[in-house]
């Protein structure tokens, strides 16, 4: 695969449903990083996977919000009783993880959630 | 803590007009910057960073940017708009950790015809 890849592309939900975003870095990169683009706001940042090493949490909002990441390869966001403020734009994005965070992160293209 | 702030979060230029995009920051330690473009229905990609090495670093589709230590500044320039230009700019910063991308909240340029 060429890049970052994300799905769905949209998706939309009632709010106190549960929604899982699934995120396909590319092949041999590391690191993994999710965001979060509210409408009009910069990104934001939520958690933060390297190698096998334990994951930085520490963006994540609420303990409604968790990720999983297999190795390196795929990594899900999961939503839990979703809420009308987790409406946004998530961001997911891969980096070759070789000089931690200046090497340069690659995004995909983003999955728009919108609860209702 | 680290942070990035950038001034006005809308410009608009006429094309072949000089393009200014401020981004100042907030660091105790050497910074770490970058600047990253979405176009429109586009995911972000990287226009340049900045790593400690020279203090003008030039980037994709003409952009430029120069670190200023005594004015806390990180400001994207191009000499001349185009109007494939368009779209949203953000600079960022890392944590003090080093991995954690801190991001300003954007400015979206407008390029006049």
């Known amino acids: 695969g060429a890049g970052v890849s994300q799905s769905p592309s949209n998706k939309v939900t009632e709010k106190g449903k549960d929604v899982e975003l699934r995120c396909d870095p590319i092949?041999?990169?590391?690191?993994l990083y999710w965001y979060r683009q509210r409408l009009g706001q910069g990104l934001e940042f939520l958690i933060y996977f390297q190698g096998n090493s334990a994951p930085d949490k520490s963006g994540l909002p609420s303990d409604r919000f968790s990720a999983e990441r297999t190795g390196e390869s795929v990594s899900t966001l999961t939503i839990q009783r979703t809420q009308q403020e987790d409406s946004a734009v998530y961001l997911c994005a891969s980096s070759s993880g070789t000089a931690r965070g200046t090497d340069t992160q690659y995004f995909g293209p983003g999955t728009r959630l919108t609860v209702l | 803590a680290q942070s990035v702030t950038q001034l006005g979060s809308h410009v608009s230029v006429s094309e072949g007009a000089l393009v200014l995009l401020r981004c100042n920051y907030s660091s105790s330690v050497p910074p770490y910057l970058f600047w990253y473009v979405q176009y429109p229905n586009q995911g972000l990609q990287l226009l340049l960073k900045?790593?400690?090495?020279?203090?003008l670093v030039k980037g994709i589709n003409g952009f430029e940017a120069e670190f200023k230590k005594s004015e806390t500044s990180f400001h994207l320039t191009k000499p001349s708009a185009h109007m494939s230009d368009a779209a949203e700019y953000f600079c960022?910063?890392?944590?003090?950790?080093?991995?954690?991308?801190?991001f300003g909240a954007g400015t979206r340029l407008f390029v006049k015809a």
């Open positions: 092949s041999g990169h590391t690191a």
């Open positions: 900045y790593t400690s090495a020279a203090t």
């Open positions: 960022a910063t890392l944590n003090t950790g080093g991995f954690k991308t801190i």
